[in-house]
Protein backbone atom coordinates (compact mmCIF):
# COMPACT_ATOMS: atom_id res chain seq x y z
CA UNK A 1 0.00 0.00 0.00
CA UNK A 2 0.95 3.69 -0.66
CA UNK A 3 1.64 5.66 2.51
CA UNK A 4 -1.05 8.62 2.95
CA UNK A 5 2.28 11.03 2.47
CA UNK A 6 2.11 13.99 4.70
CA UNK A 7 0.72 17.00 3.36
CA UNK A 8 2.33 20.19 3.89
CA UNK A 9 -0.97 23.03 3.82
CA UNK A 10 -2.88 21.00 6.31
CA UNK A 11 -5.56 18.23 6.42
CA UNK A 12 -7.92 18.53 2.79
CA UNK A 13 -10.51 21.10 2.77
CA UNK A 14 -12.99 18.11 1.95
CA UNK A 15 -13.38 15.16 -0.47
CA UNK A 16 -13.99 15.39 -3.97
CA UNK A 17 -14.26 12.76 -7.15
CA UNK A 18 -11.08 13.28 -9.27
CA UNK A 19 -11.22 11.48 -12.94
CA UNK A 20 -15.00 10.86 -12.30
CA UNK A 21 -14.96 11.00 -16.59
CA UNK A 22 -11.57 10.80 -18.58
CA UNK A 23 -12.27 14.37 -19.39
CA UNK A 24 -12.21 15.79 -16.11
CA UNK A 25 -8.52 15.56 -16.12
CA UNK A 26 -6.82 17.03 -19.50
CA UNK A 27 -2.91 17.09 -19.54
CA UNK A 28 -1.45 19.06 -23.00
CA UNK A 29 1.90 19.29 -22.92
CA UNK A 30 4.13 22.46 -23.28
CA UNK A 31 7.06 23.16 -25.42
CA UNK A 32 9.54 25.52 -26.05
CA UNK A 33 9.56 25.11 -30.13
CA UNK A 34 7.14 23.81 -32.77
CA UNK A 35 8.18 21.56 -35.38
CA UNK A 36 9.80 22.64 -39.03
CA UNK A 37 7.55 20.98 -40.88
CA UNK A 38 10.23 19.58 -43.34
CA UNK A 39 12.60 16.75 -42.31
CA UNK A 40 12.44 12.92 -42.32
CA UNK A 41 10.35 12.71 -39.37
CA UNK A 42 6.62 12.63 -39.09
CA UNK A 43 5.32 14.63 -35.85
CA UNK A 44 2.18 13.95 -34.76
CA UNK A 45 0.01 16.05 -32.50
CA UNK A 46 -2.46 13.30 -30.83
CA UNK A 47 -5.74 13.44 -28.31
CA UNK A 48 -5.91 10.24 -26.49
CA UNK A 49 -8.76 8.73 -23.39
CA UNK A 50 -8.49 5.63 -22.06
CA UNK A 51 -5.09 4.52 -23.56
CA UNK A 52 -1.58 4.78 -22.20
CA UNK A 53 1.27 6.35 -24.01
CA UNK A 54 2.85 3.06 -24.89
CA UNK A 55 -0.11 1.50 -26.51
CA UNK A 56 -0.99 4.31 -28.79
CA UNK A 57 2.78 4.28 -29.58
CA UNK A 58 2.26 0.94 -30.62
CA UNK A 59 -0.98 1.39 -32.42
CA UNK A 60 1.35 4.04 -34.69
CA UNK A 61 4.35 1.62 -35.14
CA UNK A 62 1.61 -0.46 -36.42
CA UNK A 63 -0.47 1.63 -39.01
CA UNK A 64 3.28 3.16 -40.18
CA UNK A 65 4.52 -0.14 -40.94
CA UNK A 66 7.72 0.68 -38.30
CA UNK A 67 9.18 -1.37 -35.38
CA UNK A 68 8.11 0.26 -31.91
CA UNK A 69 11.25 1.58 -32.10
CA UNK A 70 10.64 4.04 -34.83
CA UNK A 71 7.90 5.40 -32.88
CA UNK A 72 9.25 8.28 -29.78
CA UNK A 73 7.10 10.56 -27.43
CA UNK A 74 8.61 12.66 -24.84
CA UNK A 75 6.52 12.20 -21.36
CA UNK A 76 4.43 9.31 -20.20
CA UNK A 77 0.85 10.35 -20.15
CA UNK A 78 -1.57 9.04 -17.89
CA UNK A 79 -4.04 6.52 -19.63
CA UNK A 80 -7.51 7.60 -17.47
CA UNK A 81 -7.38 10.89 -18.45
CA UNK A 82 -7.60 13.44 -21.85
CA UNK A 83 -4.60 14.31 -23.03
CA UNK A 84 -2.81 16.24 -26.17
CA UNK A 85 1.07 15.38 -26.51
CA UNK A 86 3.42 14.69 -29.54
CA UNK A 87 4.51 11.52 -31.27
CA UNK A 88 7.01 11.09 -33.88
CA UNK A 89 7.57 7.75 -36.89
CA UNK A 90 10.60 8.00 -38.49
CA UNK A 91 9.67 6.61 -41.53
CA UNK A 92 12.55 7.35 -44.18
CA UNK A 93 12.36 6.32 -47.72
CA UNK A 94 8.48 4.61 -46.95
CA UNK A 95 5.72 6.14 -48.99
CA UNK A 96 3.69 9.06 -47.10
CA UNK A 97 0.61 8.60 -45.03
CA UNK A 98 -2.45 10.37 -44.67
CA UNK A 99 -2.20 11.48 -40.88
CA UNK A 100 -4.06 14.28 -40.42
CA UNK A 101 -7.75 13.77 -38.49
CA UNK A 102 -7.03 9.59 -38.74
CA UNK A 103 -8.96 8.17 -35.61
CA UNK A 104 -8.22 4.62 -33.79
CA UNK A 105 -10.15 3.66 -31.16
CA UNK A 106 -9.44 5.92 -28.35
CA UNK A 107 -7.10 8.34 -30.18
CA UNK A 108 -6.64 10.67 -32.78
CA UNK A 109 -4.65 12.75 -35.12
CA UNK A 110 -5.35 16.38 -34.37
CA UNK A 111 -1.92 17.70 -35.98
CA UNK A 112 0.61 16.04 -38.78
CA UNK A 113 3.65 17.80 -39.30
CA UNK A 114 6.97 17.05 -40.61
CA UNK A 115 10.33 18.03 -38.80
CA UNK A 116 14.07 17.38 -38.86
CA UNK A 117 14.60 16.02 -35.82
CA UNK A 118 13.43 13.16 -33.65
CA UNK A 119 11.39 13.95 -30.87
CA UNK A 120 13.68 12.48 -27.89
CA UNK A 121 12.38 11.76 -24.10
CA UNK A 122 12.11 14.61 -21.88
CA UNK A 123 12.10 17.59 -24.47
CA UNK A 124 9.13 19.06 -23.24
CA UNK A 125 9.08 21.84 -20.57
CA UNK A 126 6.06 21.15 -18.83
CA UNK A 127 2.22 20.36 -18.99
CA UNK A 128 -1.04 22.40 -18.64
CA UNK A 129 -3.51 20.84 -16.64
CA UNK A 130 -7.20 21.30 -16.62
CA UNK A 131 -9.37 19.43 -13.83
CA UNK A 132 -12.79 19.40 -12.41
CA UNK A 133 -12.98 17.98 -9.50
CA UNK A 134 -16.75 16.79 -8.87
CA UNK A 135 -19.21 16.59 -5.84
CA UNK A 136 -17.23 18.22 -3.51
CA UNK A 137 -18.35 18.21 0.24
CA UNK A 138 -16.39 20.12 2.69
CA UNK A 139 -15.03 23.90 3.21
CA UNK A 140 -15.77 25.66 0.07
CA UNK A 141 -13.51 28.67 1.45
CA UNK A 142 -10.81 26.64 2.76
CA UNK A 143 -10.65 25.08 -1.32
CA UNK A 144 -10.59 28.17 -2.51
CA UNK A 145 -7.71 29.22 0.29
CA UNK A 146 -5.41 26.24 -0.69
CA UNK A 147 -6.09 26.91 -4.34
CA UNK A 148 -4.49 29.98 -4.22
CA UNK A 149 -1.54 28.67 -2.14
CA UNK A 150 -0.63 25.64 -3.98
CA UNK A 151 0.38 28.57 -6.54
CA UNK A 152 3.12 29.73 -4.11
CA UNK A 153 4.70 26.06 -3.38
CA UNK A 154 3.67 22.13 -2.76
CA UNK A 155 5.84 19.14 -1.91
CA UNK A 156 6.90 17.21 -5.01
CA UNK A 157 5.79 14.14 -4.14
CA UNK A 158 6.06 11.49 -7.33
CA UNK A 159 2.31 10.96 -7.83
CA UNK A 160 0.92 7.21 -6.50
CA UNK A 161 0.58 6.26 -10.29
CA UNK A 162 4.55 6.16 -10.45
CA UNK A 163 3.90 3.23 -8.32
CA UNK A 164 1.23 1.22 -10.03
CA UNK A 165 -2.18 0.03 -8.18
CA UNK A 166 -1.42 -0.45 -4.92
CA UNK A 167 2.09 -0.15 -4.91
CA UNK A 168 2.43 -2.81 -6.68
CA UNK A 169 5.45 -1.59 -8.74
CA UNK A 170 7.19 -1.45 -5.60
CA UNK A 171 6.37 -4.75 -4.92
CA UNK A 172 7.67 -6.52 -8.16
CA UNK A 173 10.80 -4.03 -7.86
CA UNK A 174 11.74 -5.62 -4.52
CA UNK A 175 10.55 -9.22 -5.60
CA UNK A 176 13.09 -8.31 -9.17
CA UNK A 177 15.60 -6.77 -6.75
CA UNK A 178 16.03 -10.70 -4.61
CA UNK A 179 16.01 -12.73 -7.87
CA UNK A 180 18.04 -13.19 -10.66
CA UNK A 181 14.81 -12.68 -13.23
CA UNK A 182 16.05 -10.72 -16.33
CA UNK A 183 13.44 -7.87 -17.79
CA UNK A 184 12.51 -6.32 -21.00
CA UNK A 185 13.72 -2.62 -21.10
CA UNK A 186 9.98 -0.98 -20.25
CA UNK A 187 9.51 -2.99 -17.01
CA UNK A 188 13.12 -2.58 -16.00
CA UNK A 189 12.60 1.32 -16.53
CA UNK A 190 9.63 1.37 -14.34
CA UNK A 191 10.38 -0.46 -11.46
CA UNK A 192 13.96 1.52 -11.27
CA UNK A 193 11.63 4.79 -11.92
CA UNK A 194 9.41 3.62 -8.91
CA UNK A 195 12.43 2.62 -6.38
CA UNK A 196 13.99 5.70 -7.01
CA UNK A 197 10.51 8.20 -6.08
CA UNK A 198 9.84 5.41 -3.16
CA UNK A 199 12.91 6.43 -1.59
CA UNK A 200 12.54 10.71 -3.00
CA UNK A 201 9.34 10.35 -1.37
CA UNK A 202 10.23 9.48 2.15
CA UNK A 203 12.85 11.90 2.44
CA UNK A 204 9.88 14.61 1.13
CA UNK A 205 7.52 13.19 3.99
CA UNK A 206 9.99 13.59 6.70
CA UNK A 207 11.15 17.16 5.76
CA UNK A 208 7.51 17.82 5.47
CA UNK A 209 6.98 16.64 9.11
CA UNK A 210 9.90 18.70 9.57
CA UNK A 211 8.38 21.74 7.89
CA UNK A 212 11.74 21.97 6.17
CA UNK A 213 10.65 21.02 2.76
CA UNK A 214 10.67 24.99 1.52
CA UNK A 215 13.84 26.04 3.50
CA UNK A 216 17.43 25.23 3.81
CA UNK A 217 19.55 23.22 6.27
CA UNK A 218 22.90 23.00 6.47
CA UNK A 219 24.98 20.82 3.81
CA UNK A 220 21.97 21.79 0.81
CA UNK A 221 22.03 21.09 -2.88
CA UNK A 222 19.51 23.85 -4.72
CA UNK A 223 18.28 23.50 -8.29
CA UNK A 224 17.39 26.77 -9.84
CA UNK A 225 13.27 27.36 -10.56
CA UNK A 226 13.62 27.63 -14.56
CA UNK A 227 16.75 25.43 -15.60
CA UNK A 228 17.04 22.90 -12.46
CA UNK A 229 20.50 23.59 -12.39
CA UNK A 230 21.79 21.64 -9.41
CA UNK A 231 24.74 23.81 -7.22
CA UNK A 232 25.80 24.00 -3.60
CA UNK A 233 26.00 27.48 -1.57
CA UNK A 234 26.66 28.32 1.86
CA UNK A 235 23.18 29.25 3.74
CA UNK A 236 23.36 33.23 3.27
CA UNK A 237 20.61 35.87 3.19
CA UNK A 238 20.91 36.09 -0.01
CA UNK A 239 19.84 31.92 -0.46
CA UNK A 240 17.22 32.91 2.13
CA UNK A 241 15.58 35.89 -0.27
CA UNK A 242 16.25 33.27 -3.46
CA UNK A 243 13.96 30.43 -1.35
CA UNK A 244 11.43 33.01 -0.44
CA UNK A 245 11.07 34.44 -3.92
CA UNK A 246 10.57 30.87 -5.08
CA UNK A 247 13.68 31.26 -7.53
CA UNK A 248 15.73 28.34 -5.94
CA UNK A 249 14.37 25.15 -4.15
CA UNK A 250 16.04 23.05 -1.78
CA UNK A 251 16.87 19.44 -3.55
CA UNK A 252 16.02 15.06 -2.47
CA UNK A 253 17.75 12.27 -3.62
CA UNK A 254 16.80 10.39 -7.11
CA UNK A 255 19.08 7.12 -5.51
CA UNK A 256 21.97 6.26 -7.67
CA UNK A 257 26.03 5.73 -6.73
CA UNK A 258 27.59 8.86 -6.08
CA UNK A 259 27.22 11.99 -8.81
CA UNK A 260 29.22 14.87 -9.10
CA UNK A 261 27.57 16.88 -6.19
CA UNK A 262 27.24 15.52 -2.97
CA UNK A 263 25.08 16.59 0.17
CA UNK A 264 26.59 17.72 3.61
CA UNK A 265 26.54 18.27 7.17
CA UNK A 266 22.60 17.73 8.30
CA UNK A 267 20.99 17.14 4.84
CA UNK A 268 23.59 14.43 4.38
CA UNK A 269 22.79 12.66 7.45
CA UNK A 270 19.27 12.99 7.11
CA UNK A 271 18.98 11.06 4.09
CA UNK A 272 21.59 8.37 5.17
CA UNK A 273 18.66 8.00 7.99
CA UNK A 274 16.13 7.35 5.09
CA UNK A 275 18.33 5.37 2.77
CA UNK A 276 18.78 2.76 5.89
CA UNK A 277 15.36 2.28 6.04
CA UNK A 278 15.50 0.60 2.34
CA UNK A 279 18.60 -1.68 2.12
CA UNK A 280 17.34 -3.60 -0.48
CA UNK A 281 15.90 -1.04 -2.58
CA UNK A 282 19.36 1.16 -2.30
CA UNK A 283 21.49 -1.73 -3.34
CA UNK A 284 19.15 -3.19 -6.01
CA UNK A 285 19.69 0.61 -7.52
CA UNK A 286 23.23 1.11 -6.96
CA UNK A 287 23.78 -2.70 -8.90
CA UNK A 288 21.67 -0.88 -11.75
CA UNK A 289 24.04 1.67 -11.98
CA UNK A 290 22.00 4.60 -11.82
CA UNK A 291 23.85 7.69 -10.80
CA UNK A 292 22.36 10.08 -7.90
CA UNK A 293 20.47 12.85 -9.32
CA UNK A 294 18.46 16.05 -7.28
CA UNK A 295 15.02 16.87 -7.73
CA UNK A 296 13.38 19.83 -6.23
CA UNK A 297 11.15 19.34 -3.36
CA UNK A 298 9.31 21.89 -3.67
CA UNK A 299 7.21 23.05 -7.46
CA UNK A 300 5.56 25.95 -7.90
CA UNK A 301 2.03 26.07 -9.76
CA UNK A 302 1.92 28.51 -12.67
CA UNK A 303 -0.66 30.41 -14.35
CA UNK A 304 -3.12 28.92 -11.02
CA UNK A 305 -6.51 29.67 -12.32
CA UNK A 306 -9.83 28.40 -10.42
CA UNK A 307 -13.88 28.50 -10.96
CA UNK A 308 -17.26 26.76 -9.91
CA UNK A 309 -18.53 24.72 -12.55
CA UNK A 310 -21.77 24.41 -10.19
CA UNK A 311 -22.34 24.22 -6.30
CA UNK A 312 -20.27 21.06 -6.27
CA UNK A 313 -17.78 21.30 -9.19
CA UNK A 314 -14.33 22.91 -8.61
CA UNK A 315 -12.63 23.74 -11.80
CA UNK A 316 -8.80 24.69 -11.76
CA UNK A 317 -6.18 24.51 -14.69
CA UNK A 318 -2.15 25.48 -14.43
CA UNK A 319 0.86 24.44 -15.22
CA UNK A 320 3.69 22.10 -14.37
CA UNK A 321 7.35 21.89 -15.07
CA UNK A 322 8.06 18.51 -16.56
CA UNK A 323 8.33 14.96 -14.42
CA UNK A 324 5.93 16.71 -11.69
CA UNK A 325 2.72 15.83 -10.62
CA UNK A 326 -0.88 17.08 -10.74
CA UNK A 327 -2.41 14.47 -8.35
CA UNK A 328 0.32 15.97 -5.54
CA UNK A 329 -1.09 19.49 -6.00
CA UNK A 330 -5.17 17.83 -5.84
CA UNK A 331 -3.68 16.37 -2.61
CA UNK A 332 -3.02 19.54 -0.66
CA UNK A 333 -6.49 20.29 -1.45
CA UNK A 334 -8.92 17.52 -1.35
CA UNK A 335 -9.32 13.70 -0.59
CA UNK A 336 -10.36 11.79 -3.88
Known amino acids: MIPDWPRALGGP ?13 IVEEL ?15 IEKSGDSTD ?3 RAIAREAGVTTKAV ?19 RAGKPALEWQDKISGNW ?15 SHRGNHFTLSLRDF ?13 VAQGFPNYFGEQRFGRDGGNITAC ?25 LFNQLLAARVDADSWCSALDGELFALRDSGSIFSEPLNADIFSRLELGDIHPTGPLFGGAGKTCVMADVAKLEAQIFGREPELCDGLLRSGLKMERRSLRVLAKNMHWHWADEQTFCLSFSLPRGCFATALVRELIEY
Open 13 to 25: AGQAQLKFNNDDF
Open 31 to 45: FEFEPSDDGEFDWLW
Open 55 to 57: YVA
Open 72 to 90: TYSGLKDRHALTRQWFCVH
Open 108 to 122: RVLKACRHRQKLRRG
Open 137 to 149: VGDKTLLEVRADA
Open 174 to 198: RDWFGSAKQLGRFEKSMYLSSARAW
